[in-house]
């Protein structure tokens, strides 16, 4: 079947992915973008470095293990010493900061719950940097930065708008969760990192596969078949090492490769294809099964390389533990053979495995946690987390300069700026509306991404689960605020005063994040603040 002529294309209308059939203009016409690339990535990098340099500054302060890095900065040492994660002796910690490395460990493996990625990261930050706060906090804040640079490049492909782009990458440096959490060796800044690459690359495809619609000679129900998706294979190498760093990445994985599916089939049926919904499944979802599903399995398990070296340790130490059935007989035989070899190891990995999801499943049911968030309140930030505190700092004493009986505190509190996440909330629901409303695709990317990362976990919200979860969703919601930012400055073609009174606006409201966040820097940094300038910032009594 033949693409249809611009007659046809105008009496055709959108799909529920909100594509709409291209003119023959604009099947050959790229995005426009309203900047040389050059200099776009020249201000995107100067954006990254500038998050860089805020992020590393005094980075091994405080000079201690902050919540859960006492964790996963020991795990990432002996994960690259030993293969996998060992037991520490009980003083361990103190006898790392003092900088005595010998007699950590204390015997087998540790029962670990998360999947390696994120502490082989570390654990190489610290091999090369040292086993110091400096080192084990390296990584993150390099791919906090990171992340921003990425965040920038999707906003502008989406949006078309260099300047947009720009200003996402922004609200994302100046934002007080993103920020703390990469200054943290915690995995969750790990997992946003790869989550944001695997859409950033899917969206990427998406461009991709149009234009070589556009430039194909003849577009019928079947053809073109387009087996080759370099974006897509980069999408799937981030969605394998997003699952090895944290299990929760599985629910953005699937709901974006439907997502996927469905550009697929909308593209075709825009350029004229029938029946666009049930070939596309054919010719596009079943090859992507190899891209987004078989290779992010493969490369998931090769993450276990170091368990499966080492697995015969783990069979002895683990195989009996709380969280699930005797793992076999077979562990207490040597294996013979080399079938036995080669596949005894992921039997073991499979019955670890298992041990692990009853954990995560049930073995946390009556816990509790006083930093613990109920994630329905999330994107209002009903409760962060006080990752360190220094409380009853002597008047004078560290320059503190309380009077009249008072004293002064430090506080790291991850806690993402007030007014970012306000406006974002606001922003997540306009996005709903206008996908829904407009049937714009760009619209879906917001909905999506904030929706499978926050709405799963209202089904644990009995269980110890922390604010600092929702980091992985904080892309697409900055994305959405950014859109709504562009909606409110108006189209280029706009009246001269229509644009001044949306400059105005939107400007406000970047330069507000900005503000709110300079404000919050002391509690975001370890700073010296007396009660009443602590007390100033702590806006609602659950922040405490």
Request: some cysteine; proline content about 5%.
């Amino acid at each position: 079947m033949a693409r249809p002529d611009r007659s046809d294309v105008a009496t055709l209308s959108r799909t529920a992915t909100g594509d709409h059939v291209p003119t023959a203009a604009e099947r050959t016409r790229p995005r426009a973008v309203d900047v040389d690339p050059v200099i776009s990535w020249a201000a995107s990098a100067a954006v990254a470095f500038f998050a860089a340099f805020i992020r590393l500054w005094k980075l091994d302060s405080p000079k201690s293990f902050l919540f859960d890095e006492t964790y996963y900065a020991k795990d990432g040492w002996s994960i690259v010493h030993k293969g996998y994660a060992a037991n520490y002796v009980d003083n361990a910690n103190t006898k790392i900061l003092a900088g005595h490395l010998h007699g950590l460990y204390s015997g087998g493996p540790e029962m670990v719950v998360h999947p390696e990625v994120g502490k082989w990261i570390i654990g190489a930050s610290e091999l090369v940097f040292g086993f110091t706060p400096f080192g084990w906090r390296l990584a993150p804040a390099l791919f906090g930065s990171m992340m921003v640079l990425v965040m920038i490049r999707l906003a502008r492909r989406v949006t078309g708008s260099t300047m947009l782009g720009l200003v996402a990458g922004l609200l994302m440096t100046f934002d007080g969760l993103q920020f703390v959490l990469s200054r943290l060796a915690l995995l969750d800044i790990f997992e946003a990192f790869f989550v944001l690459c695997a859409v950033s690359c899917l969206v990427a495809d998406r461009d991709w596969f149009r234009a070589r619609l556009a430039a194909a000679e003849d577009v019928g129900d079947w053809t073109p078949k387009i087996w080759w998706r370099p974006w897509l294979l980069m999408t799937g190498i981030w969605w394998g090492l997003a699952l090895g760093t944290k299990w929760s990445a599985l629910y953005p994985m699937a709901a974006f490769g439907i997502l996927y599916w469905l550009w697929c089939a909308g593209a075709r049926r825009s350029f004229g294809v029938r029946r666009s919904l049930r070939n596309s499944v054919i010719i596009d979802a079943l090859p992507a099964l190899g891209y987004l599903v078989l290779l992010p399995v493969v490369i998931y398990v090769f993450t276990w390389t170091g368990w499966l070296l080492h697995s015969g340790v783990y069979e002895q130490h683990l195989s009996r533990t709380q969280y699930g059935p005797y793992w076999g007989s077979y562990v207490q035989h040597p294996p013979h053979g080399f079938f036995q070899h080669v596949f005894r190891p992921f039997r073991s990995l499979w019955h670890y495995h298992q041990d692990v999801w009853s954990f995560q499943t049930h073995g946390l049911n009556t816990a509790h946690h006083v930093y613990q968030s109920n994630p329905e309140g999330w994107l209002i930030l009903n409760r962060p987390v006080g990752v360190d505190a220094q409380l009853n700092i002597a008047a004078g004493a560290q320059g503190c300069t309380a009077t009249g009986g008072a004293t002064c505190l430090r506080q790291v509190l991850l806690l993402g700026t007030p007014v970012l996440w306000w406006f974002g909330a606001v922003a997540f629901v306009w996005s709903a509306v206008c996908w829904v409303g407009k049937r714009d695709w760009r619209y879906g990317i917001v909905v999506i991404g904030v929706a499978v990362n926050w709405l799963p976990w209202l089904r644990f919200d009995t269980r110890p689960i922390f604010s600092y979860y929702a980091i992985v969703m904080e892309p697409f919601l900055i994305l959405g605020a950014v859109m709504l930012l562009g909606e409110i400055l108006g189209k280029a073609d706009a009246t001269v005063r229509r644009r001044q009174i949306g400059a105005v606006v939107a400007g406000t409201v970047v330069v507000a994040v900005i503000a709110n966040f300079a404000y919050f820097w002391p509690i975001y940094t370890d700073g010296l603040l007396t009660q009443t300038q602590w007390l100033h910032r702590i806006w609602f009594e659950r922040w405490i």
